[in-house]
Structures are given as C-alpha cells and as structure tokens.
C-alpha cells in the first residue's frame, strides 16, 4: 500500500507532492509541469488516470496509450518517484490515501477547482495551480497527426 511506503519518507519530515492526469501522449507541456511539481517538494506522486477513466473523460477514442504503457513512461522521467493508476473519475480517494503536503495541478486548473483541495488544505497542507503551457496537449498533437 502506498501509506507503508510513504510512511518513513513522512517521518523523516520529507514533503510528497501529489498531481495527476491521463497522460496520454507526453509533451514538453507534461515535463515542465512534472519538473515544476517535484521542485516544490522531496517525493513526487502521480496518479494516473485508468483507461476505463480517460474513456469517460475524454471519450471512447481515448485513451491512445494503455495505462500501463502511461504508467511506465511517467516513471522513467527523473522527476517522477511513484506512480498510481486510479480507477475512479477523480483521485480523491489516491489522494486521501497519499495525503500530500502539497497537492498541484496545471495551470488550466484554478485551486478552488483542484479534486482534493479542500481535503489537503484541511491538515494544513497547501494547493498549487502550476505554470500552463499554452498550445501544448494531447489534444493538439492528435489533430496535427
């Protein structure tokens, strides 16, 4: 379970760091916003959308790659300490589970819309909407293609 493996890094009174999404083609718009998350703190977690999830999300085209192939494309970036596939539309229940110190999303997403915010805010932890790079998504990739 994710909380025994979190646990030691928490009494050491290092700071997770908790984002999420569907990640379904990486683009420099995921990396910088990755690299942008894990500076913030010392363990960085991902959740990642299920494939039944982003079906429901995006559409029944999508996901483009299985989660797993997602999953282990995530971990291989160097920001990136653990990854979490979820099932559920939101990760409320991943994210009750990591209770981050810091709980981040793109900047497409404004803090008082961020899944979780209110709970990690309730401990005292704090809830950051990072930098957007503008014209960068799967979405514009797919078209393009």
Same mark, same amino acid.
């Given at each position: 379970? *994710?909380?025994?493996?979190?646990? /030691? ?5 290092? &700071?997770?760091?908790?984002?999420? !999404? ?37 559409? /029944?085209?999508? /996901?483009? =790659? ?6 282990? *494309?995530?971990?291989?970036? =160097?920001?990136?300490?653990?990854v979490l596939i979820f099932n559920e539309e939101t990760p409320l229940t991943l994210i009750q589970k990591v209770k981050p110190d810091i709980l981040t999303k793109? !900047?497409?997403?404004?803090?008082? =819309?961020?899944? !979780? ?6 401990? !005292?932890g704090q809830v950051q909407s990072l930098q957007f790079v503008e014209d960068r ?6 078209? &393009?293609?």
């Amino acid at each position: 379970e *994710i909380e025994s493996l979190l646990a /030691p890094l928490k009494k050491e009174g290092r &700071k997770i760091v908790f984002t999420n !999404g569907c990640f379904d083609l990486l683009h420099v718009g995921h990396t910088r916003y990755l690299k942008q998350a894990k500076s913030l703190g010392d363990f960085l977690v991902v959740g990642v959308n299920s494939d039944e999830s982003v079906k429901k999300l995006k559409g /029944p085209t999508r /996901p483009l =790659q299985n989660e797993t192939d997602r999953a282990e *494309i995530l971990s291989s970036l =160097q920001a990136v300490d653990f990854v979490l596939i979820f099932n559920e539309e939101t990760p409320l229940t991943l994210i009750q589970k990591v209770k981050p110190d810091i709980l981040t999303k793109g !900047g497409d997403w404004k803090v008082n =819309q961020i899944v !979780g915010a209110d709970f990690v805010m309730s401990y !005292g932890g704090q809830v950051q909407s990072l930098q957007f790079v503008e014209d960068r998504s799967t979405t514009k990739i797919i078209e &393009k293609i």
